[in-house]
């Protein structure tokens, strides 16, 4: 069974950063892309940034400039560096992987938590 195992939040005060890991459990074949979301209260979930399997990436405005992601095909893992962090950054971050071929199927993390003092 595949599950996506996250790591790495916590709390920070503004300014400071953060790095989350997202890595896969289980035996995969081939993993596409990879991204992160976050969902804070009261609000939808909303993407953070995304990964293709060839390095292309995609950020949402909020996150260009501050935030990297990055991946390890061989470790089948991506990652969000986040600094310069915001409390407009408080969320629970989920991290979402499209596994599988011919016919992909999405997974997402359990969550971890990011709160940004001020």
């Known amino acids: 069974q595949v599950q996506l195992v996250e790591s790495g939040g916590g709390l920070v005060q503004a300014g400071g950063s953060l790095r989350l890991s997202c890595a896969v459990s289980?035996?995969?074949?081939?993993?596409?892309?990879m991204g992160w979301y976050r969902q804070a209260p009261g609000k939808q979930r909303e993407l953070v940034a995304a990964?293709?399997?060839?390095?292309?990436?995609n950020y949402a405005d909020s996150a260009k400039d501050r935030f990297l992601i990055s991946r390890d095909n061989a470790r089948n893992t991506v990652y969000l560096q986040m600094n310069s962090l915001k409390p407009e950054d408080t969320a629970v971050y989920y991290c979402?992987?499209?596994?599988?071929?011919?016919?992909?199927?999405?997974?997402w993390g359990q969550g971890t938590q990011v709160t940004v003092s001020s």
């Open positions: 990964i293709t399997r060839g390095g292309n990436t």
């Open positions: 979402n992987m499209v596994i599988g071929a011919p016919v992909p199927s999405i997974y």
């Open positions: 289980g035996s995969v074949f081939s993993v596409n892309a």
